[in-house]
T-cell receptor, first 110, second 113 residues
Framework: EDQVTQSPEALRLQEGESSSLNCSYT??????LFWYRQDPGKGPEFLFT???AGEEKEKERLKATLTKKESFLHITAPKPEDSATYLC???????????FGQGTILTVHP | EAQVTQNPRYLITVTGKKLTVTCSQN?????MSWYRQDPGLGLRQIYY???????DKGDVPEGYKVSRKEKRNFPLILESPSPNQTSLYFC????????????FGQGTRLTVV
């Protein structure tokens, strides 16, 4: 059974204080790993797909990396508008069945 | 504009009264899924469909039904809603053939009293 664990559950940062979010997974036949951002009461919004260990992708202040067991979402010099819940979801060989982590609630204070 | 549309956005109903939440996508995606999201439990998959007339159970299918008669539509049916089905529901679609990420609808907040 696919398992996904995200840590920390919640993270409070000051504006400009860089940090990282972790996504650990156990998935058979990983085809890719997705990162999403979710604002309260809204649907998850796609950020990145990573396909193989060693891959990195960047978008503004966010950079996602992937190893064989985990993925990191690095946030550099965050701003208050980066406050959201960040979700990861590895995509394995169970076609159509996507398992999400419980998410990290990020709060960035001005 | 590529989108997944759910209706209604908000619904308050009584125990036992059958309801349907509709979901429609305009991207010709093969895969569609329903999730529920509850505090502390995250997003959990209810049912998914790999194509027309092909559906399968997710992690929490009890109390729900789905159908996929057309590629663009994937309604979620609660035959006899109960208070423990009060939740925020999301529909999503994707295309494995094109290796796309899942696109999510805007959500349906359901309250069963």
């Amino acid at each position: 059974e696919d398992q996904v664990t995200q840590s920390p559950e919640a993270l409070r940062l000051q504006e400009g204080e860089s940090s990282s979010l972790n996504c650990s997974y156990t998935v058979s036949g990983l085809r890719g790993l997705f990162w999403y951002r979710q604002d309260p009461g809204k649907g998850p919004e796609f950020l990145f797909t990573l396909y193989s260990a060693g891959e990195e992708k960047e978008k503004e202040r966010l950079k996602a990396t992937l190893t064989k067991k985990e993925s990191f979402l690095h946030i550099t010099a965050p701003k208050p508008e980066d406050s959201a819940t960040y979700l990861c979801a590895p995509d394995g060989t169970s076609y159509g069945k996507l398992t999400f982590g419980q998410g990290t609630i990020l709060t960035v204070h001005p | 504009e590529a989108q997944v549309t759910q209706n209604p956005r908000y619904l308050i109903t009584v125990t036992g009264k059958k309801l349907t939440v509709t979901c429609s996508q305009n991207m010709n995606h093969e895969y569609m899924s329903w999730y529920r999201q509850d505090p502390g439990l995250g997003l959990r998959q209810i049912y998914y469909s790999m194509n027309v007339e092909v559906t399968d159970k997710g992690d929490v299918p009890e109390g729900y039904k789905v159908s996929r008669k057309e590629k663009r539509n994937f309604p979620l049916i609660l035959e006899s809603p109960s208070p423990n089905q009060t939740s925020l529901y999301f529909c999503a679609s994707s295309s494995p053939a094109r290796n796309t990420e899942a696109f999510f609808g805007q959500g349906t907040r359901l309250t069963v009293v």
